[in-house]
């Protein structure tokens, strides 16, 4: 949710509120999306303007959950569900400057646009790592605090609302994911305790938030000398927060924090409904000796020393007072809510984990937490002399406010004075009292269980929720060609089939009615998405006017569900024969191969150099990174394997020079090509990765001329990826009679948009991708070549017109003007003697006179 500025104020003040902690030999409940994020962010930087590596991302994911095991802490990780009604506004708001950066994206800039499939890689991830994952059915802060207090165990994240929850909570931004050693002594105990964070590291802190680095490099397998004899442990370098950091001054108790929170602003309450609270004078912001500190930490600063002579109940009064009338009631709810969330003990996660993971919780100690606040309150004692004075000297000192948050505040201060958001307020209300009525236990028993049985093991995305929860489809924005409409709407009928199937389960069928208009109400939801050609979002209602062919029953879903989607939606296309044919394909590249056919039949701005680009990408990324280290840094790709290559292109140097060909071993020829590329060779992997690991790296000239980028290229690559992503969830609903898609195998999307610039100029792609791609390997070759003819037979006719007739018009021209000069090159070779020879041969008289054609003079010259 967020609590506005509170992060910033919280790292300018770091050495009150923090304690530096080691981490080991613990329990670790983990925010899946928020980590996810900053991963992300910190990863690819500059190469999400492509529209996502999820094989750099994937790695970073299993490097961190490793560094993690290498200390013993045993983690559990909540992923998000969907969204309540009451947060809609701010959704629409989000995604209005999703497509603000969408529509000027560069990529040279810092901005991060997060992909469409990066929560499922995350999940792939983690699930390979065997961590326990669930998701959750709304926003998973209180599931995450309500876990932590139950396993009394620090939470993980970068979520300031953290920062009023009962819970030990570690900034994500305070852990470096490098495993430290150390010696084991008696009084450890008592120096953690004892323990503060120093000026230099919290002035880190603060660096580091208002730069927005999250995270440093993750460093997995850290070796260091050992200092000392005895037994040693693993430990990560953290920061610690806990509640009674904040409320220690006594301006604030745990019945204040949520009016504390509110008055701050959410996303569930727009700073702008205090402006009359604030404009009465109530709370005096002053002004600070430091012109760099933003208004909003100022605001901070005030609303704490207003409520330090305020009781709960006079504060609550006297904000109300203040506000309109049809706010008052949602200022209400949001604060009981808040506080039922701060205190709740009921904990669904706790018992997913318990039923569905073996063991799980057998080593978890009890009756730790009253140790854990003793200890608090030891600290606490210890630090009231100190916190005032330390306070002063933080005011005094020079920090630059946040980009992030001073955008945030800058961005609600304009839309609360924009016409279009005259009407805020009220709206604002308007959605927060939807949900005045409904608490979170309320909406979650309305859910079926069979639906929250596929939910829980985070096999169905979050989009799920809101369709049966709120009848909306919330559209993410992908990197796409603005003037072209949305990317995500080729895959509309695959959602409407979706959303068909929920609501059209055995028994509960939807029923057609009349409205009072004598037309027929059909079953509908809202498609909330971006405007063609506008830099705003719309809201689309679509309707479904046919039924399933087939009676879905979540227990035993019938696959063949999904073959319909191709038999309706495409009856130009053989589907029986496609589904056919597929099953020749290996399992976990069914669906990849399916989504393909729909989108070449679907779309209008791809071309056939698109889909070699994909197919040779995941060949490269399927094959190459299951046998060799996966290494992207060209540098330290040569300093690792460079004597591997060298010698090997001696050897085969060696062999091309007297005359021997390599050649397919006879016990693998028997094998079927997609079994044939198990076995393939290393030395192949190393020499074809060396060839193209420039192409996984943003082309320089994008640094000096970054319009030479073309967004018309991703559009089509953007349509895909919603293809895939649509049929993944209806794949999980169906209970997966396909393999779900590893997309960290199958898609990076900077190397995909090298390999159709190095193609689109290519007279015959095919031969270009045997004799220069895989020229070193001929299973990869092969393999690609199966997947392209496989492909090829289910190529739309006007697609194989339009695109193939003129290249092989100019293939034509150019093999006649290649036979024409190898005729001339013949002909000049047969005739070796001088051209003149027969003038010269014709002359046999001895006495005849030299004539220089070339000199006019040559008659005078003649001598008698």
Request: hydrophobic content about 35%.
């Given at each position: 949710m967020g609590v506005r500025g509170l992060t910033g104020f919280i790292a300018r003040n770091a050495e009150q509120y923090l304690t530096p902690h080691e981490l080991h030999d613990c329990n670790l409940v983990i925010d899946g999306d928020n980590l996810a994020c900053n991963l992300y962010k910190d990863v690819t930087g500059n190469y999400s303007a492509f529209g996502g590596d999820y094989d750099d991302f994937y790695r970073a994911v299993v490097n961190f959950f490793v560094v993690l095991a290498e200390c013993n802490i045993k983690a559990y990780v909540l992923m998000d569900g969907g969204y309540e009604q009451r947060k809609l506004r701010t959704v629409s708001k989000r995604m209005r400057g999703?497509?603000?950066?969408?529509?000027?994206?560069?990529?040279?800039?810092?901005?991060?646009?997060?992909?469409?499939?990066?929560?499922?890689?995350?999940?792939?991830?983690?699930?390979?790592?065997?961590?326990?994952?669930?998701?959750?059915?709304?926003?998973?802060?209180?599931?995450?605090?309500?876990?932590?207090r139950k396993l009394n165990c620090p939470v993980l994240s970068y979520d300031s609302d953290f920062y009023i929850h009962n819970v030990r909570y570690i900034p994500l931004i305070t852990l470096t994911v490098k495993a430290h050693t150390k010696v084991y002594k008696n009084n450890s105990s008592t120096d953690a305790v004892n323990k503060k964070l120093k000026k230099a590291e919290a002035k880190k802190v603060d660096k580091q938030t208002r730069g927005n680095r999250i995270m440093d490099t993750i460093v997995v397998n850290n070796q260091e000398r050992r200092k000392g004899k005895g037994k040693t442990y693993k430990y990560l370098d953290c920061c610690m927060y806990r509640i009674d950091n904040l409320i220690s001054g006594g301006s604030l108790n745990k019945a204040k924090l949520p009016?504390?929170?509110a008055l701050l602003g959410n996303d569930y309450i727009s700073r702008s409904a205090f402006h009359n609270f604030f404009s009465s004078g109530m709370v005096k912001g002053g002004r600070s000796r430091s012109r760099k500190t933003n208004h909003q930490q100022r605001r901070i600063r005030a609303v704490i020393q207003w409520l330090k002579n305020e009781t709960a109940e006079s504060a609550m009064t006297k904000i109300l007072s203040r506000l309109q009338k049809q706010q008052r009631e949602s200022l209400v709810a949001q604060v009981e809510a808040a506080i039922s969330g701060y205190s709740n003990e009921l904990c669904r996660s706790y018992d997913?984990?318990?039923?569905?993971?073996?063991?799980?919780?057998?080593?978890?100690?009890?009756?730790?937490?009253?140790?854990?606040?003793?200890?608090?309150?030891?600290?606490?004692?210890?630090?009231?002399?100190?916190?005032?004075?330390?306070?002063?000297?933080?005011?005094?000192?020079?920090?630059?406010?946040?980009?992030?948050?001073?955008?945030?505040?800058?961005?609600?201060?304009?839309?609360?004075n924009n016409p279009e958001d005259s009407t805020s307020s009220a709206s604002a209300s308007d959605v927060d009292n939807d949900v005045n009525n409904n608490d979170g236990n309320k909406d979650i028993s309305k859910f079926p269980p069979w639906f929250l049985d596929k939910l829980y093991p985070a096999n169905l995305p979050r989009f799920c929720v809101d369709l049966m929860h709120l009848r909306k489809y919330i559209n993410n924005p992908q990197i796409e060609h603005f003037p072209f409409p949305d990317c995500n709407e080729i895959a509309l009928p695959i959602l409407s089939l979706t959303y068909a199937l929920l609501n059209n389960v055995k028994g509960e069928e939807f029923v057609e009615q009349m409205n009072e208009d004598g037309s027929i109400r059909h079953l509908y939801f809202t498609y909330l998405t971006r405007a063609t050609r506008v830099t705003n979002v719309q809201y689309v209602s679509v309707e479904i006017k046919e039924k399933p062919k087939y009676t879905f029953e979540p227990a035993t879903p019938n696959p063949l569900l999904l073959q319909t989607l191709f038999e309706c939606k495409m009856p130009e296309l053989k589907a029986i024969h496609l589904f056919e044919e597929i099953q020749k394909l290996p399992q976990d590249l069914r669906l990849y191969f399916l989504a393909i056919v729909y989108w070449l039949h679907k779309s209008q701005h791809c071309d056939l150099i698109h889909l070699h680009a994909l197919i040779v990408c995941l060949v490269v990324l399927r094959t190459i990174d299951s046998k060799i280290p996966a290494e992207r840094d060209m540098k330290a790709f040569v300093k690792r394997f460079g004597k591997i290559i060298k010698r090997e292109k001696q050897v085969r140097d060696k062999e091309l020079a007297e005359g021997v060909q390599r050649s397919i071993r006879d016990d693998l020829k028997n094998l079927h090509i997609t079994q044939r590329i198990d076995f393939i060779q290393k030395s192949d992997c190393y020499l074809v990765q060396n060839e193209l690991l420039k192409h996984f790296h943003m082309q320089e000239i994008f640094k000096k001329k970054y319009d030479l980028y073309s967004s018309i290229v991703l559009h089509a690559f953007a349509e895909f990826q919603s293809v895939v992503f649509q049929l993944h969830a209806i794949n999980a609903l169906l209970d997966f009679p396909h393999q779900a898609p590893h997309m960290a195998q199958l898609y990076c999307g900077v190397f995909l948009y090298n390999l159709y610039d190095l193609f689109r100029n290519r007279l015959d792609v095919e031969y270009y991708i045997k004799n220069f791609i895989f020229k070193d390997s001929t299973m990869m070759f092969d393999f690609y070549a199966y997947l392209w003819q496989w492909c090829e037979q289910f190529l739309p006719s006007w697609k194989r017109k339009d695109v193939m007739t003129p290249s092989s018009k100019k293939l034509q021209k150019k093999k006649r003007q290649l036979e024409k000069k190898k005729a001339m090159r013949e002909s000049t070779l047969s005739h070796v003697q001088d051209p003149y020879s027969d003038m010269l041969s014709s002359s046999n008289d001895e006495n005849d006179e030299f004539v220089d054609l070339n000199n006019r003079f040559c008659n005078v010259l003649k001598v008698n």
């Open positions: 999703k497509i603000c950066v969408i529509k000027r994206i560069n990529p040279c800039a810092s901005i991060t646009v997060f992909p469409l499939m990066m929560k499922e890689v995350f999940v792939d991830a983690v699930r390979d790592c065997e961590v326990p994952i669930m998701r959750c059915v709304f926003e998973a802060d209180d599931e995450l605090a309500a876990l932590g009016l504390f929170a997913y984990f318990k039923n569905n993971y073996e063991n799980i919780f057998e080593d978890l100690e009890e009756n730790v937490e009253s140790e854990v606040e003793s200890e608090n309150e030891l600290e606490i004692e210890e630090e009231d002399s100190e916190s005032c004075e330390e306070e002063q000297e933080l005011e005094e000192e020079e920090n630059e406010p946040e980009d992030e948050e001073e955008y945030e505040i800058e961005e609600s201060e304009h839309n609360a």
